[in-house]
């Protein structure tokens, strides 16, 4: 069955402190996998996209990773900012045999100053 | 903005009541998107339209009933609702049709939609 586990469901940190989110998948065949960012009130924002052979993205401070071998993505985002409250959803896409997305749940991160 | 702008932002409505929310999009796509978004659970795909054609329909109960004029708007026509369907409704758009991989969906600020 195709799916996107996220973890942790909610954080808390402190700001300046850096984190790490993490999203486990099991989609097959693999074709792409991004990390979006939804503030409240607002519609998601895509962050990163990942490709099978690429195994790290960077966008100012978020940085996202790629096993395709274990099939594990990370998303850290360094020296938090308040405005990094918000939920992070990881979404994954098949290749072929029947095009699909596939969204986790997400992990609602809050950022205290 | 992402370019995508949806109407109204918030809606209260009876089980009886008939409402429809809008969504349009600033960015020449030809693809429109549908999506539920219920609390603690993942974004459920409802409908997408690609050249104004519905491509996808994923089950989804009578109840809601899209329409696509054009490649820049999309409804989504609401009657005899259920508390259970009181979520964010979010609306997409993307350049090419789902069959691309590397296809980035923009999505709109949503409409929270309460049915008493």
């Known amino acids: 069955k195709n799916q996107v586990e996220q973890s942790p469901q909610s954080l808390i940190i402190l700001e300046g402190k850096n984190c790490t989110l993490q999203?486990?998948?099991?989609?097959?065949?693999?074709?792409?996998l991004r990390w979006y960012k939804q503030d409240t009130g607002r519609g998601p924002v895509s962050l990163t996209i990942?490709?099978?052979?690429?195994n790290t993205k960077s966008n100012g401070r978020y940085t996202a990773t790629l096993d395709a071998d274990t099939k594990q993505s990370s998303l850290h985002i360094t020296a938090s900012q308040l405005s990094d409250s918000a939920s992070y959803i990881c979404?994954?896409?098949?290749?072929?045999?029947?095009?699909?997305?596939?969204f986790g749940a997400g992990t609602r991160l809050f950022v205290k100053a | 903005e992402t370019g995508v702008t949806q109407t109204p932002r918030h809606l209260v409505m009876g089980m009886t009541n008939k409402k429809s929310l809008k969504c349009e999009q600033h960015?020449?796509?030809?693809?429109m998107y549908w999506y539920k978004q219920s609390a603690k659970k993942p974004l459920e795909l409802m409908f997408v339209?690609?050249?104004?054609?519905?491509?996808e329909n994923n089950s989804v109960p009578s109840r809601f009933s899209p329409e696509c004029p054009n490649s820049s708007h999309l409804f989504l026509h609401l009657h005899t609702l259920q508390p259970e369907d009181s979520a964010l409704y979010l609306c997409?758009?993307?350049?090419?049709?789902?069959?691309?991989?590397?296809?980035?969906?923009?999505f709109g600020p949503g409409t929270r939609l309460t049915v008493l």
């Open positions: 997409a758009s993307s350049q090419e049709p789902r069959g691309s991989s590397y296809n980035e969906q923009f």
């Open positions: 999203c486990n998948y099991t989609v097959s065949p693999f074709s792409n």
């Open positions: 990942m490709t099978f052979s690429e």
């Open positions: 979404v994954v896409s098949r290749g072929t045999g029947g095009f699909k997305t596939i």
């Open positions: 960015l020449g796509h030809n693809a």
């Open positions: 339209y690609n050249f104004k054609e519905q491509t």
